[in-house]
Structures are given as C-alpha cells and as structure tokens.
C-alpha cells in the first residue's frame, strides 16, 4: 500500500504545530498532514496563561522539570532555547514582552495571537490540517504506519510525529489514548498522575486556623513535602492562593506532581506537608524573629506581630487566640513559631486531570534519540510534548518544551526523507 503523505503528526498542541512547521522549513516540498479530534485545535493554547499563553521564560535549565534524565531534557532545551523561541514568535509576528516574574506573554496578551500565527505558519507552508480526525487506533507493519480514524478511514504514513499530549484538560482531547499506542507499540510507560494542579485541603479545623475561612487570600508561601520519614521531596517559595477547596496558585501546583507521585508509589499515603512565610528557613529562624518582635515592642500582640507577614484574616487564624508576644510561654511562642514558618496542612488529593495543566508521567524518556526525539523501538515514530515523561514547573516551561521537542521532532522526521516525496 502507498503512502498517503510523507509525514503525519498526531495533535494539533503547541508540539504537534511546532513539529509541523519545522518539518516543512526543513525540507520544503514534504507532505505533512497535521491530523486533530477537535473541531477547532489549539484549545490548550488558548485558556493557557488565564488566555494570555505564556510562551516561555526568561530562563530556562533542566532544573524547571521533573520526569526523565535531567541530562537528556537539557540537551532538548539546547537545540531550540528560549532565545529562539522568542526570535522564531517574532518571525510569525508575535512580539513577546517580559513580565517581572519572568514569563513571556504576547503583546496583546491574547493566547490566540500565539494560536493564528501557528496555524498560519502551518498553512503558510503548505502543511495540511484535518481537524475532527480522531484517531482511533495506530498499527505499525511492514515500515508503515496505519493510522485509522474512528469513522473507519484509513491513512498511510511512513512516519509519524506523536504530539497528542498527556492526559491534562481532557475536553482540549488529551484522553490518554497517544500513551496507550504508544505502549501497545512496545513503548515503557511511566505511570502518570496530574501536575500542575490545584490542590484539595481537609475541611474543618486544622492546626492553626480553619483556612477554609481564608478563600481568596493570596500571599507568597514557602511549600515544603516530604515523605512520612521526614525525607525532603520538593520545596517551592511562591505565590499561593486559598480557595473554597483548598489551595492553588504556583505554590500548590508546583508541588502537586510531586504530591500525587508520592500517593500512587505509597498505595495512597500522603506525604507530610508544610506551609510557612519564604522568610523563615526553618522553626528556630521563626522563633528568634518572635523574640526579635517581643523585645522590640512589648506591647505588641502576636496577631500584630504577624500582620506584616500575613495578611490580617490568616493573620488572626494563625495567631488571635494568643496575648501578648513578651507574655507567650515559651512552648506557646514555639507553636506560634511552627505555624509561620512550617505549618502542617492535610492535603487529601488535587483537583485531577480537569484541571490540572499538565501531566507527570508518560512514555519513558530514555526511550527516544533526544537528538532527533525518535523513537528507539519503533522507527519512523518521532515523540514530542506532553506525551513524554516531562514536565515543566508554572511559568512557560511547558510550552517551551513542546517547542523544543518539537522542533527535533518534525526537524529530524523531514531530513529522514533522502528525496522528496520519497519514503
């Protein structure tokens, strides 16, 4: 059976458009067909950033991820960094600008900026889009690819780019179903729980204060989770904000993967975690600041004492039942200590995939040449994205992967074609 077309990549994401146009810029001529289960692709795009799309950051190292072998996700980020991708947005006519926290945002703070300038690259180049074409199953045989769609079409490729994302935003048509081809074709799967999520907190009275009392207060925290030993797993100082079910903002979902890994390989046991003021390392540096405040001004209460850290309802949550600072015993004043610098909070789960912005898990790194990100069971099959087991903390790093990995991706995919139009 001929081929339908040179190249067809799987999602119509950030990675799967990426690796479409790098295709077509490096072998011009290529028949590239972008195949998508929605009507209109690039959902993900568009609520990405509260619908503004943060493109990338300032800085980016391996350090910004978690899954696979640091050393293969910085040699990724090598082959098309963030300077690139802030040149290569510029040359489809997104101009970024740099916000203090460090993320890239488009001028007009519109996500479908991001979105038209993909498509029309895309189409620019002649690359073909099908969108509404679900996949319902992939079969390699015979150094071809059988792409079947779930009406019963049938397209044959030679190779195949898969950037159908992880399980994150599922009505954005990340059903998890790429990670199933992707195992039934021989591929190690590390088993995958949501990231970038916000997290669930028990309800009712909690040492220190009952925070469902809290809901819309935000304020920078130190996050720490560690395992029931008391081993540090993860540790972020950033924005955080309380809601009617707990916890969100960049603190909680930094540390939500970290969370839900810990339950899946526990059989469920959470992990111990802490919250606390980014100014104290630990208890003790708590506590001498305490004393610092008492000596300083004795008539001060506790609850004042902390309102320059905290706003004022967490504030007198955290510290109303107590007088005056001078007169606290000094197991009370430790209490006090531990409830700003490293309160224990009961996280019960997170919000789940509905929500979550990411994936943690996928199809196991070590399993792609991160020089061309093809496959080293299957050849022909490139992988780029969220398909794979990485993922990037809150502030541009997951699209900057999907760039990168996809540059290689539909880069490499193209030049394994000796002549064009041939297999």
């Known amino acids: 059976m001929s081929s339908d077309v040179d190249i067809a990549i799987?999602?119509?994401?950030?990675?799967?458009?990426?690796?479409?146009?790098?295709?077509?810029?490096?072998?011009?001529g290529v028949r590239s067909l972008l195949l998508d289960g929605a009507a209109k692709p690039g959902a993900k795009i568009l609520v990405s950033g509260g619908g503004r799309c943060n493109v990338t950051n300032e800085r980016v190292t391996a350090d910004d991820y978690c899954g696979g072998s640091r050393n293969?996700?910085?040699?990724?980020?090598?082959?098309?960094?963030?300077?690139?991708?802030?040149?290569?947005?510029?040359?489809?006519g997104v101009d970024l600008v740099l916000e203090p926290t460090g993320k890239y945002f488009p001028v007009t703070n519109k996500a479908r900026t991001v979105l038209d300038a993909l498509l029309g690259r895309a189409r620019e180049l002649g690359v073909k889009l099908h969108a509404g074409w679900r996949v319902a199953d992939l079969i390699h045989q015979h150094a071809e690819f059988f792409i079947t769609r779930d009406n019963g079409e049938m397209l044959v490729a030679p190779r195949v780019i898969m950037a159908t994302g992880g399980m994150a935003l599922p009505k954005s048509g990340s059903d998890g179903a790429g990670l199933h081809w992707m195992k039934e074709l021989g591929h190690g799967i590390v088993p995958t729980v949501p990231a970038l999520a916000p997290l669930v907190l028990k309800a009712g009275?909690?040492?220190?204060?009952?925070?469902?009392?809290?809901?819309?207060?935000?304020?920078?925290?130190?996050?720490?989770?560690?395992?029931?030993?008391?081993?540090?797993?993860?540790e972020v100082c950033r924005p955080a904000v309380f809601t009617h079910f707990g916890l969100s903002g960049p603190a909680a979902m930094d540390v939500s993967r970290h969370i839900a890994?810990?339950?899946?390989?526990?059989?469920?046991?959470?992990?111990?975690?802490?919250?606390?003021?980014?100014?104290?390392?630990?208890?003790?540096?708590?506590?001498?600041?305490?004393?610092?405040?008492?000596?300083?001004?004795?008539?001060?209460?506790?609850?004042?004492?902390?309102?320059?850290?905290f706003p004022d309802r967490?504030?007198?949550?955290?510290?109303?039942?107590?007088?005056?600072?001078?007169?606290?015993?000094?197991e009370l004043r430790h209490e006090l200590a531990r409830r700003i610098a490293a309160l224990p909070i009961k996280v019960i789960g997170d919000r789940g995939y509905t929500f979550a912005e990411a994936t943690a898990g996928g199809v196991d790194l070590s399993e792609v040449d991160p020089r061309t990100m093809e496959s080293r069971a299957v050849r022909g099959l490139y992988l780029c994205g969220e398909i794979l087991d990485v993922d990037g903390r809150i502030g541009g790093f997951n699209f900057q992967w999907a760039w990168s990995s996809g540059y290689l991706a539909g880069r490499a995919a193209a030049l394994s074609i000796q002549t064009a139009g041939a297999p």
Not at 221 to 232: E, F, I, N, Q, T
Not at 314 to 330: D, F, N, S
């Open 72 to 92: 293969v996700i910085a040699r990724v980020l090598r082959a098309f960094d963030e300077q690139r991708t802030i040149e290569w947005m510029k040359s489809m």
């Open 205 to 234: 009275p909690t040492p220190g204060g009952r925070f469902e009392e809290l809901a819309g207060v935000t304020l920078d925290l130190r996050m720490v989770v560690a395992s029931a030993s008391g081993k540090k797993i993860a």
């Open 261 to 309: 890994r810990y339950r899946l390989d526990h059989g469920g046991e959470p992990p111990r975690v802490t919250i606390g003021h980014p100014q104290f390392h630990d208890i003790a540096d708590a506590d001498k600041w305490l004393l610092e405040q008492a000596k300083s001004n004795p008539r001060r209460t506790a609850a004042s004492a902390i309102t320059g850290l």
């Open 10 to 28: 799987i999602g119509a994401g950030a990675a799967g458009l990426a690796a479409a146009i790098f295709a077509a810029e490096s072998r011009p």
């Open 314 to 330: 967490m504030a007198e949550i955290l510290a109303g039942e107590y007088g005056r600072l001078v007169e606290l015993p000094r």
